[in-house]
C-alpha cells in the first residue's frame, strides 16, 4: 500500500511539471510571437494534451484499481528511465531557452538551435517524453497503461515531428543542420 501511495506522489510531481510547462510555453510563445514568429497550425497539440492527460488518469486507476503488484527490479529500472526521459527534456528546453514551446512556432529566417543536446539528437525532448510515457506506468505495474499509451504516442508522435520538421524547413535552415542527424539515436561523433 506504501508503494502506492508513492506512486501516487510521483504522478502528482509530474502533474505539476507539465503544468509549470504550460506556463513556460505560454510565456514563450507570446515572446516569440512578438518577434516575428509564426504558428503553424494543424500541430496536434490538443491531441497530445488529451493523450497526456489520459495516460496519467490511466496509470493510477490501473495501479489502484486493478491492484498492480510493486516489483522492486520492474519499478528500479522504470524509474532511470523515466529520469532518463526527464533529463532529455530539461536538456532540451535548456539548449532551446526562450524557443521551447508546445506549439510549433519558428522564426522565419532564424537558424535552428544546434548546440546542446540538439548537437546529438533531432528530437530530444519527444524521446524524452516517449521514455516517460513507456517507463513511467512500470514504476508499479502498470504494464496496460505503458503498452497501449506507448503505441499512441508512437502515432501521434510521427505526425507532430514530421509537422515539426516541415516546419523547421520552410522557415529555418534544419533540413541542412540535421541532414546527418537521427531523430532518437544519439549521434556519437
Given at each position: 500500500?506504501?508503494?502506492?501511495f508513492?506512486f501516487t506522489?510521483?504522478?502528482?510531481?509530474?502533474?505539476?511539471q507539465?503544468?509549470?510547462?504550460?506556463?513556460?510555453?505560454?510565456?514563450?510563445?507570446?515572446?516569440?510571437l512578438?518577434?516575428?514568429?509564426?504558428?503553424?497550425g494543424?500541430?496536434?497539440?490538443?491531441l497530445v494534451?488529451?493523450l497526456?492527460?489520459?495516460?496519467?488518469?490511466?496509470m493510477?486507476?490501473?495501479?489502484?484499481?486493478?491492484?498492480?503488484?510493486?516489483?522492486p527490479?520492474?519499478?528500479?529500472?522504470?524509474?532511470?528511465?523515466?529520469?532518463?526521459?526527464?533529463?532529455?527534456?530539461?536538456?532540451?528546453?535548456?539548449?532551446l531557452?526562450?524557443?521551447?514551446?508546445?506549439?510549433?512556432?519558428?522564426?522565419p529566417?532564424?537558424?535552428?538551435v544546434?548546440?546542446?543536446?540538439?548537437?546529438y539528437?533531432r528530437?530530444?525532448?519527444?524521446l524524452?517524453?516517449?521514455?516517460?510515457?513507456a517507463?513511467?506506468?512500470?514504476?508499479h505495474?502498470?504494464?496496460?497503461?505503458?503498452?497501449?499509451f506507448?503505441?499512441?504516442n508512437?502515432?501521434?508522435m510521427?505526425q507532430?515531428?514530421q509537422?515539426?520538421?516541415?516546419?523547421?524547413?520552410?522557415?529555418?535552415n534544419?533540413?541542412s543542420?540535421?541532414?546527418e542527424?537521427?531523430?532518437?539515436?544519439?549521434?556519437?561523433?
Amino acid at each position: 500500500m506504501l508503494t502506492k501511495f508513492i506512486f501516487t506522489g510521483i504522478v502528482a510531481a509530474v502533474v505539476l511539471q507539465r503544468l509549470v510547462e504550460l506556463g513556460i510555453s505560454k510565456r514563450n510563445a507570446a515572446y516569440i510571437l512578438t518577434q516575428g514568429g509564426r504558428e503553424h497550425g494543424d500541430n496536434l497539440l490538443n491531441l497530445v494534451k488529451v493523450l497526456q492527460v489520459n495516460w496519467l488518469i490511466a496509470m493510477m486507476v490501473e495501479v489502484w484499481g486493478l491492484n498492480r503488484p510493486f516489483i522492486p527490479e520492474l519499478a528500479t529500472f522504470a524509474l532511470i528511465v523515466t529520469i532518463a526521459g526527464q533529463v532529455l527534456r530539461y536538456l532540451s528546453m535548456q539548449a532551446l531557452g526562450w524557443r521551447w514551446t508546445l506549439p510549433i512556432i519558428t522564426v522565419p529566417g532564424a537558424p535552428v538551435v544546434n548546440t546542446g543536446i540538439y548537437h546529438y539528437l533531432r528530437h530530444p525532448n519527444w524521446l524524452g517524453v516517449t521514455l516517460e510515457i513507456a517507463a513511467l506506468p512500470l514504476i508499479h505495474g502498470a504494464y496496460l497503461t505503458a503498452i497501449g499509451f506507448s503505441v499512441v504516442n508512437a502515432f501521434v508522435m510521427s505526425q507532430r515531428i514530421q509537422t515539426e520538421e516541415s516546419a523547421l524547413s520552410q522557415d529555418n535552415n534544419y533540413a541542412s543542420a540535421f541532414v546527418e542527424r537521427s531523430r532518437f539515436v544519439p549521434k556519437i561523433w
